[in-house]
């Protein structure tokens, strides 16, 4: 799935934090591993990522340093662009007093324009850790069949042993507002029509995947879906939520850039842009 993975690493106290996962995640998908820093080299800090390195056993796999100085997204979309990097790792920061985590707007250019899949960590682990509970946006959009299936694929991969894919229900509010017109009972069967047609939305396209042993279950919301997946994900302290890059908006779907912008402030877990 990943065959080149880049890390953009800082010298922050999680630097080799996130090497740790990097390297885990290179030895899952047998991947190379591209190490990006922009800054300016000094013997100090090639000293310090010299012992990182060495002491996370980076030499005894496929290993490739790039050192540049200049624009931060400039040159971290350009080394994925010359590198091939198939899936970036970026780390996100905690919000001082807060116990939320965002990203900055240097990583919030670079998830809308890299080439490649972002994968942001918010407490990279030097010890063993792992992506168990996956919830995966299942919205509907002209994207969603084919970040469910890269979804899937990368919960295999790391073997997650729960995967819930939660779907919104578009306008529900002014089409119940229009059966609201009707009977009680007509309410009520409107409701249940538009929670079961977004479960055969999702279940169409599960139906043409290789699932594996995956364990998957379908959650409908009518509420706003940004808001929707942050509490989903805390309500099952998930470790991973997956969504994906809609290029081709429709009226309705005009709205997702704002949702995305309410995760990447507020991230509720790790988080997987796919492209």
Request: glycine fraction near 6%; proline fraction near 3%; hydrophobic fraction near 45%.
């Amino acid at each position: 799935m990943y065959k080149k993975i880049g890390l953009a690493i800082a010298f922050s106290p999680r630097i080799e934090a996130l090497i740790a996962e990097a390297k885990r995640l290179v030895q899952i998908f047998d991947a190379e591993l591209v190490l990006i820093h922009v800054g300016v080299k000094n013997p100090d800090l090639e000293s310090k990522l010299e012992e990182i390195v060495t002491r996370q056993g980076l030499k005894q796999i496929p290993t490739k340093l790039i050192w540049k100085t200049g624009k931060p997204v400039k040159i971290l979309l350009q080394a994925c662009l010359e590198e091939s990097v198939d899936l970036l790792i970026l780390g996100a920061l905690k919000k001082e007093g807060l116990l939320t985590y965002y990203l900055g707007s240097v990583a919030r250019k670079i998830i809308r324009k890299a080439p490649c899949s972002v994968l942001t960590l918010i407490k990279p682990k030097i010890e063993m850790s792992a992506f168990s509970r996956v919830v995966i946006n299942g919205t509907q959009l002209e994207v969603t069949p084919s970040v469910i299936a890269s979804g899937l694929n990368f919960c295999k991969i790391v073997e997650a042993e729960q995967v819930h894919i939660l779907n919104e229900i578009k306008l529900y509010g002014l089409q119940m507002a229009t059966a609201g017109e009707g009977s009680e009972e007509d309410v009520s069967n409107t409701r249940r029509k538009l929670i079961q047609d977004e479960i055969e939305y999702v279940q169409q396209i599960l139906n043409t995947l290789d699932k594996g042993n995956l364990r998957i279950n379908i959650k409908v919301t009518a509420g706003k879906w940004s808001i929707e997946l942050a509490k989903y994900c805390e309500i099952i302290d998930a470790d991973l939520l997956i969504m994906g890059d809609n290029k081709d908006y429709s009226f309705i779907d005009r709205i997702f850039p704002h949702e995305l912008e309410n995760i990447l402030e507020n991230l509720p877990t790790n988080f997987l842009y796919i492209k």
